[in-house]
């Protein structure tokens, strides 16, 4: 079973028939059961939308425990939001059988190692000084443009009409 920890407790996350059906409910027929592996996307580049599965997912839990969905909502963020949004991809993948969860595993792990290593070139280029250069000379062209411009409306010849 998923699990993470948050608010001094553990919150476990588990995948069934009633929960898919309650996420698709509530999120616009989101299928965490899609056999395409479509779900990991979404839930992996949209954290908001984690969260809210994860609420969808917890509330019982939640509701046990006192905690509100502001409060559920507070706790994802940080290490905390990492742990649980590993967690919702451990439970994605731990609904469906063996052969297919090794598949999956892969088409995870795959996906983490492209999203670290466009981070790291990310953070490569940003410690760059050729791109810290051109980044300052190119909001410093967009500030000339500006003030060009607003320049250029304060000096403009008006006429009767204008």
Known sequence: MAT??????????????????????EHDGFDLSARDASQFGRLTNEPLFSAEVLWTLCRKQASEYGVTQEQFDGMLKGDAGEAAAVALLDA??????????????????????IQQAATAKAESRLLDPTTMEAMKAAALGNVDAAIDQALANLTRRRNATG
């Open 4 to 25: 993470f920890y948050a608010l001094g407790r553990e919150w476990l996350v588990d995948i069934d028939g009633p929960k898919i059906r309650a996420v698709r409910a």
């Open 92 to 113: 994605v993948i731990d609904f469906f059988p063996s052969h297919q969860r090794q598949l999956l595993k892969k088409l995870l792990a795959q996906q983490t190692e």
